[in-house]
């Protein structure tokens, strides 16, 4: 499964970025997916994710209520609305395809990786 992230870019705080990743395999509409996010010097984290068929999504503390995960399984793509971005939102962005249907905030439930795209939130 190959997955190709894209959206990022340098943006100011405040504004908004949309992500989106394209998986190259029908297989993982039926799949749950993720966002983790990763910043120099710290470990992979989790931002969101949403289950197979959207009904149930996931968000860290840190970004809920600014960030939106959805999906559109016809076309084996997931986004991730960012808005209101800080500072610290900073960090490269990956999307994961989870093992089974259902998504988590833990990184084993996913086997595919994407290889990330970078967000830059200037002050």
């Known amino acids: 499964v190959q997955l190709q992230a894209s959206g990022g870019g340098l943006v100011q705080a405040g504004g908004s970025v949309r992500l989106s990743c394209t998986t190259r395999?029908?297989?993982?509409?039926?799949?749950?997916m993720g966002w983790f996010r990763q910043s120099p010097g710290k470990e992979r984290e989790f931002v969101a994710a949403?289950?197979?068929?959207?009904?149930?999504?996931y968000y860290a503390d840190e970004v809920k209520g600014r960030f939106t995960i959805s999906r559109d399984r016809a076309k084996s793509t997931v986004f991730l609305q960012m808005n209101s971005l800080k500072s610290g939102d900073t960090a490269v962005y990956f999307c994961?395809?989870?093992?089974?249907?259902?998504?988590?905030?833990?990184?084993?439930?996913?086997?595919?990786w994407g290889r990330g795209t970078q967000v830059t939130v200037s002050s």
């Open positions: 994961a395809v989870a093992r089974g249907a259902q998504a988590s905030s833990r990184m084993e439930t996913y086997n595919y």
């Open positions: 395999a029908r297989a993982s509409s039926n799949n749950g």
């Open positions: 949403i289950n197979w068929n959207g009904g149930s999504t």
